[in-house]
């Protein structure tokens, strides 16, 4: 789950963008928002994830305040969801989200080049053919592995597909249930080709990407302008600490003490890290 914005204000005052995207299927859900606030979040997950969809077995977001606060602490662990958080200013790790956000982006630029303003009305146009377009992590649709099925697009009404030139209203009952039958099917396969695609994609990044490496009781110093209030300004220190590395989260993401015994709430990432040396 993630924050777009600020864009050019829309009806209703609305400049942000609260974006969630099922991890499997690829599906996307998205609302144009006034201001993004802890209640609007708790809200948005309310009524537009659990009350279509059920209960998610976990949600993922960055450090920003309309996540990590105690209200909607409260709430996920009310429904027993898990809550976990990417690196401090590391997004590349909420992957799905930043990919999402990108595509979304770029749809909502090619169909709104003039008429600025009315992002928040086109968004569901560029939804929809989201939604319904092959994604190549999976070889599916969204609409199909979420609901088992592919949907009528309006290009089908005037150029009739095979399934519109067939359709047969007798039969119909029968073929939807012989698809629900092969729905297990389609999105195990589709499963493996992720689980292929992510190998492909971590073998590239890897190739290109050295993090930095740290062990559990290295001292480190933490990148300040990634921690300090904007209102601090530049004349502060570029690096903060030395911190004591507790626990090695996952290849390149850290979690992270004072001297003085706190552990600090967040994984960091090591590219806001660096070793301390006496």
Same mark, same amino acid.
């Given at each position: 789950?993630?924050?777009?914005?600020? $864009?050019?204000?829309?009806?209703?005052? &609305?400049?942000?963008?609260?974006?969630?995207?099922?991890?499997?299927?690829?599906?996307?859900?998205?609302?144009?928002?006034?201001?993004?606030?802890?209640?609007?979040?708790?809200?948005?997950?309310?009524?537009?994830?659990?009350?279509?969809?059920?209960?998610?077995?976990?949600?993922?977001?960055?450090?920003?305040?309309?996540?990590?606060?105690?209200?909607?602490?409260?709430?996920?662990?009310?429904?027993?969801?898990?809550?976990?958080?990417?690196?401090?200013?590391?997004?590349?790790?909420?992957?799905?989200?930043?990919?999402?956000?990108?595509?979304?982006?770029?749809?909502?630029?090619?169909?709104?080049?003039?008429?600025?303003?009315?992002?928040?009305?086109?968004?569901?146009?560029?939804?929809?053919?989201?939604?319904?377009?092959?994604?190549?992590?999976?070889?599916?649709?969204?609409?199909?592995?979420? $609901?088992?099925?592919?949907?009528?697009?309006?290009?089908?009404?005037?150029?009739?597909?095979?399934?519109?030139?067939?359709?047969?209203?007798?039969?119909?009952?029968?073929?939807?249930?012989?698809?629900?039958?092969?729905?297990?099917?389609?999105?195990?396969?589709?499963?493996?080709?992720?689980?292929?695609?992510?190998?492909?994609?971590?073998?590239?990044?890897?190739?290109?990407?050295?993090?930095?490496? $740290?062990?559990?009781?290295?001292?480190?110093?933490?990148?300040?302008?990634?921690?300090?209030?904007?209102?601090?300004?530049?004349?502060?220190?570029?690096?903060?600490?030395?911190?004591?590395?507790?626990?090695?989260?996952?290849?390149?993401?850290?979690?992270?003490?004072?001297?003085?015994?706190?552990?600090?709430?967040?994984?960091?990432?090591?590219?806001?890290? &660096?070793?301390?040396?006496?």
């Amino acid at each position: 789950m993630d924050i777009l914005g600020p $864009f050019p204000t829309a009806s209703g005052q &609305r400049k942000f963008l609260l974006v969630a995207i099922d991890y499997f299927t690829k599906w996307v859900e998205a609302e144009p928002l006034a201001k993004i606030t802890e209640a609007k979040v708790q809200d948005f997950v309310w009524k537009t994830l659990i009350c279509r969809f059920g209960l998610p077995r976990a949600l993922i977001t960055d450090n920003g305040r309309q996540f990590a606060g105690a209200r909607f602490a409260e709430f996920c662990e009310g429904l027993n969801v898990s809550h976990h958080f990417t690196s401090v200013a590391h997004p590349q790790a909420n992957g799905e989200a930043e990919v999402t956000n990108r595509t979304l982006l770029q749809g909502l630029k090619t169909r709104l080049d003039r008429a600025k303003g009315a992002w928040a009305d086109e968004l569901y146009h560029v939804l929809w053919a989201y939604r319904t377009t092959q994604r190549v992590p999976t070889g599916e649709t969204p609409f199909a592995l979420a $609901f088992g099925t592919e949907a009528v697009i309006p290009i089908e009404l005037k150029l009739p597909s095979a399934r519109i030139v067939g359709f047969n209203e007798q039969l119909n009952p029968q073929d939807l249930r012989a698809n629900l039958d092969l729905l297990e099917e389609k999105r195990e396969v589709a499963r493996i080709r992720m689980a292929t695609y992510q190998r492909k994609v971590a073998r590239y990044y890897n190739s290109r990407v050295k993090n930095k490496a $740290f062990r559990v009781g290295d001292l480190v110093l933490r990148r300040a302008a990634v921690s300090r209030p904007q209102s601090q300004g530049k004349l502060v220190p570029n690096w903060e600490g030395p911190y004591e590395v507790v626990e090695v989260v996952r290849p390149g993401t850290y979690r992270l003490k004072e001297l003085g015994g706190l552990t600090l709430p967040r994984p960091w990432n090591s590219e806001n890290l &660096r070793m301390y040396h006496q």
